[in-house]
């Protein structure tokens, strides 16, 4: 019996060693991949103004999402599905800009 387990305590440790070099393995071949641009991620530009954003996003219901989506000044608004993505309303420009909220003055304050 003893002789057993003494055989068994090499192997696991071959295992765990075994275990370790490819994780070890997995993530030098990730940071390679991420140095050499082989990730599948786009990099941003830096330096200049993002293009495109998105101005509004409403959930539907657990699959689909309504969001107004903008591209330089023009603002588009797209219902995006799991399958497929449907245009509502192109150019629906931009929103006004917000006028600044005038505090009222009490004729007491001019006085003073």
């Not at 293009?51 to 539907?60: A, F, G, N, T, Y």
């Not at 000044?73 to 629906?92: A, F, K, M, S």
């Amino acid at each position: 019996m003893e002789t057993e387990t003494l055989n068994v305590l090499p192997m696991l440790v071959r295992m765990l060693v075994a275990l370790t070099t490819v994780v070890a393995l997995m993530g030098g071949l990730a940071l390679l991949m991420k140095k050499f641009g082989l990730s599948g991620a786009q990099p941003t530009q830096q330096g200049k103004s993002k293009r495109l954003s998105i101005i509004e996003r409403l959930p539907l219901d657990t699959r689909r999402h309504l969001v107004i989506i903008q591209c330089d000044d023009t603002q588009h608004l797209v219902i995006l599905g799991p399958n497929d993505e449907t245009v509502l309303q192109n150019n629906l420009g931009t929103l006004p800009a917000a006028k600044p909220k005038t505090t009222k003055t009490n004729k007491k304050d001019k006085a003073a």
